[in-house]
């Protein structure tokens, strides 16, 4: 072993061990108390209570109630993101008048913080004060309760996502198209093809691996979402909008509940595990059948 390769060993372990470090412990010991009955108001002793807050878990209407508000919100909201998000890099890309423009201004939305951005929409979409409702009042129209009934609520999360993570998908799409040879599509208009023969015999097969990646990066992120629901709707009305990540805080930060949290956090780690196998396994027999 030469010089060079152990000083690279000398830079390289210290700060692996250090990220390890810092990576295992945290998991190791919220694993341990899961295991645990904890309580830190009013403060309980620890206690080993092998599986049964996984028990209590699964037994919880709540949980699988927050699995599916989860699910709603993140499907539907990636499935528009990336129609809408692919449709306009489409269009940026062709060169339409005022292109730059519109690519500076359609990124704006995905450097807003999340906090700042349900707060606009909280205003928005105020019941009684709302410039929403404001417009829907000059038409002779009801106000409409957006943040009170649970299948607006919904609508509203989703419209919010939407907006935000957007940009995200375009951007990404606008730098795979920009990325294609343009030899094919020279060959293609040549032949007369039609402009969505060449889209769904080229350019979305290309392009496929991107948009699975693109996909899969959307849907976990989406799966973390607390922020913008904590500040927009609490997670109600009642419990409507509470995903998994708000469940879990209210049982860590609010009834206290150590023990439950760190389990409630291992089985979302588990239900993302599973999905992102199952999707990514998909993703390459479909992408396997356009090569």
């Excluded at 998000?85 to 062709?94: K, R």
């Excluded at 957006?146 to 419209?159: K, Y």
Aim: charged share 10%.
């Amino acid at each position: 072993m030469n010089r060079d390769t152990l000083s690279k060993h000398a830079f390289m372990w210290p700060a692996f061990l250090i990220v390890l470090l810092v990576t295992l412990f945290p998991l190791i010991y919220a694993l341990t108390v899961s295991f645990q009955s904890i309580r830190i108001v009013p403060p309980i002793p620890p206690q080993f209570v092998g599986l049964q807050n996984y028990a209590d878990i699964l037994a919880s209407d709540r949980f699988w109630e927050s699995i599916g508000t989860t699910a709603t919100i993140v499907f539907i909201s990636v499935a528009i993101q990336y129609v809408v998000g692919f449709s306009l890099a489409l269009t940026l890309h062709h060169n339409v008048p005022g292109a730059s423009l519109y690519r500076v201004t359609f990124l704006l939305p995905m450097f807003l913080a999340p906090v700042c951005v349900a707060l606009i929409a909280r205003m928005l979409f105020h019941p009684v004060l709302g410039p929403v409702n404001e417009l829907f009042t000059m038409f002779g129209l009801e106000n409409v309760p957006f943040l009170t009934n649970s299948t607006l609520a919904v609508a509203v999360l989703i419209t919010v996502e939407v907006w935000q993570w957007t940009p995200f998908v375009v951007l990404l799409m606008l730098a795979g198209l920009q990325g294609l040879p343009s030899e094919v599509f020279e060959a293609a208009r040549v032949d007369n093809i039609p402009t969505w023969r060449r889209f769904w015999d080229i350019t979305f097969p290309m392009l496929l691996p991107l948009s699975v990646a693109v996909i899969f990066i959307r849907l976990i992120e989406g799966f973390k979402v607390i922020d913008t629901i904590f500040v927009l709707t609490g997670g109600g009305p009642g419990t409507a909008t509470e995903t998994l990540t708000l469940f879990a805080y209210n049982e860590g930060f609010k009834k206290f509940n150590i023990g439950m949290t760190s389990a409630l956090s291992f089985l979302f780690l588990i239900v993302v595990i599973l999905f992102g196998t199952f999707y990514l396994a998909a993703a390459q027999r479909l992408t396997q059948r356009y090569q």
